[in-house]
Every structure is written in structure tokens, then in C-alpha cells.
């Protein structure tokens, strides 16, 4: 995702999203994390603002809404290292932290 079109960030995420767990495997859990932490480690900007929204869909189980709030913070660690300095990691928080606490109103 590094080189591609950040819309394609969007449709990753909600591809992601909409996979189901068939059989009911840990190890399906995990990579389906991996590769979330993954698309926010490479778009941080894009992968936020695809997330974000998606939280407050109410298609989606508690399960998933807390697993993508376990992805944000995770990946963060490692944005925070790889964009220290740079516009990026402000923009990356400033979408989280205002999307999640309701100030787009994706909320309502």
C-alpha cells in the first residue's frame, strides 16, 4: 500500500472488516489484526479516517468496534516512531482522538 492510491486504503479496510470468521480460529483473529495494524502502519491517515467511521456502524459486533480501537492504539506505537516530526502522526491523532470522541459527528 506504500506506492498504491490512498482510496484504496478505504476498500482494504472494509474488506477487512467484512470477513467473517467461518470456522471460529484464533489464528484467523490474529491475522485479521496483523494485517489492520498493518494498513494503518502504512497509510495512517487514510486507515483512521476509514476506521473511524466504521466504529460507529452499527452493523458491526463489540467485539470488532473494541478490536478496532485495539488496531489504532497498537499501530500507534510504531507511527508514532516512523512519522516522529513529521505532519502525519499530528494528522493521524487529530482524525482518531476528534473522530472517536465525536467532533466529526459520526456519532449521531
Known amino acids: 500500500l ?3 492510491d490512498p482510496a484504496l486504503v478505504q476498500q ?3 474488506n477487512l472488516l467484512h ?3 467461518k470456522f471460529g480460529t484464533d489464528e484467523w483473529v490474529n491475522l485479521r489484526a496483523q494485517a489492520m495494524i498493518s494498513v494503518l502502519e502504512t497509510k495512517p491517515i487514510e ?3 476509514s476506521l473511524v467511521p466504521a466504529f460507529y ?3 458491526f459486533p463489540m467485539d470488532t468496534r473494541f478490536g478496532m480501537l485495539s488496531w489504532m492504539v497498537t499501530a500507534s506505537e510504531s507511527i508514532s516512531k516512523k512519522f516522529s516530526g513529521k505532519m502525519e502522526f499530528s494528522e493521524y491523532i487529530r482524525v482518531t482522538i476528534q473522530g472517536l470522541c465525536g467532533g466529526a459527528s459520526w456519532g449521531k
Open 2 to 4: 506504500t506506492h498504491e
Open 12 to 14: 482494504v479496510v472494509k
Open 19 to 21: 470477513c467473517n470468521n
Open 47 to 49: 486507515g483512521a479516517r
Open 57 to 59: 456502524d452499527r452493523n
